[in-house]
């Protein structure tokens, strides 16, 4: 299959304070494994242009994004809360991240790919319309959807996030879209588990601590694979977290590489047509290099391969 990386240099140029794990070695990793590997040469490799003022607020309020290039400091860091930084060059980043998953999408539903990776950071599916969180500015994927529906032709468009953390920014902002179906799985009473009702077009499916590979898949096969194939998708976009894998020390799960690559090529297969559908994967969570660089390249090689 053709299958494209998708990314912006800004992303590589800031970095956050220690302990704050989001550091650009997460995405030197990630390329030296696919150097590594042998798979560089396989993938297509496409710079991306950052999102504009008008992608970025079709979604998220204006305010908010004005709010975040006023608080954006010249020299060391400003809180947005514990957990989120603004610091110098990290605005420029999510503007980038976001043009990247734009791009994925864009290269997917245009069949120049089957299917494109933004390789990005920081992450986002925790951004809601005017809050920022959990390391997140801008929500990438669901910016990506919006555009998809607007100015690609998608019609049924399904977001499955597998980030350790349930994607709350992205089922908020999503939430009144019937033509978008929200799939999260994400560690039970982890960061971000939610306490409400879940919107009636979002599927939350909380995997219980210690989860392993067979429980995963279990779950998927139970509730997962069939919602996808009922809703059948004409664009498949992944918010792709790896901080569930058991070498990781943001969550309590213990999943493998191969996990997360089989959770991707199932999914493909069972979204309910003769050809898996176009397909677009954004980078969330995954915070210790070697691992991140393990994972996303299984996951690049599970797609690659027939």
């Known amino acids: 299959m053709s299958l494209a990386v998708v990314s912006h240099p800004a992303c590589e140029r800031y970095s956050l304070p220690a302990p704050y794990p989001d550091q650009p070695g997460r995405l030197d990793a990630v390329n030296d494994q696919l ?22 607020t079709a979604l998220h309020a204006p305010q908010y994004l004005a709010d975040l290039a006023r608080n954006l400091p010249e020299s060391g860091w400003s809180a947005l809360d514990r957990d989120t930084l603004l610091v110098p060059g990290s605005l420029e980043a999510a503007r980038g991240a976001a043009g990247a998953a734009l791009r994925a999408a864009e290269l997917a539903m245009s069949g120049e790919a089957e299917a494109a990776f933004a390789l990005t950071r920081p992450p986002g599916h925790h951004a809601g319309t005017s809050t920022a969180g959990g390391f997140c500015l801008l929500n990438h994927v669901a910016i990506a959807a919006h ?10 468009i399904a977001i499955v996030d597998f980030d350790a953390h349930h994607g709350d920014g992205t089922e908020g902002l999503v939430a009144d879209c019937p033509e978008v179906r929200f799939f999260s799985l994400y560690q ?12 009636a077009n ?64 199932e999914c493909r297969a069972a979204s309910g047509t003769a050809v898996p559908p176009p397909t677009g994967l954004v980078l969330e969570g995954g915070y210790i290099p070697d691992v991140l660089g393990r994972c996303v390249t299984a996951v690049i090689k599970g797609l690659l391969t027939p």
């Open 35 to 56: 150097i590594a590997s042998g798979l560089d040469p396989l993938v297509r490799h496409v710079e991306a242009k950052a999102a504009t003022d008008a992608q970025i």
């Open 147 to 156: 555009h998809a529906r607007r100015n690609l032709n998608a019609e049924r």
């Open 188 to 199: 039970e009473g982890g960061f971000g588990a939610p306490a409400g009702p879940a919107p």
């Open 202 to 265: 979002s599927s939350r499916i909380p995997l219980p601590v210690r989860c392993t590979g067979i429980e995963l898949d279990a779950l998927a096969r139970d509730t997962l694979f069939p919602a996808l194939n009922s809703f059948q998708p004409d664009l498949l976009l992944f918010s792709a977290g790896f901080d569930g894998h058991r070498d990781e020390d943001l969550s309590d799960l213990r999943l493998s590489e191969g996990d997360f690559s089989r959770l991707v090529t």
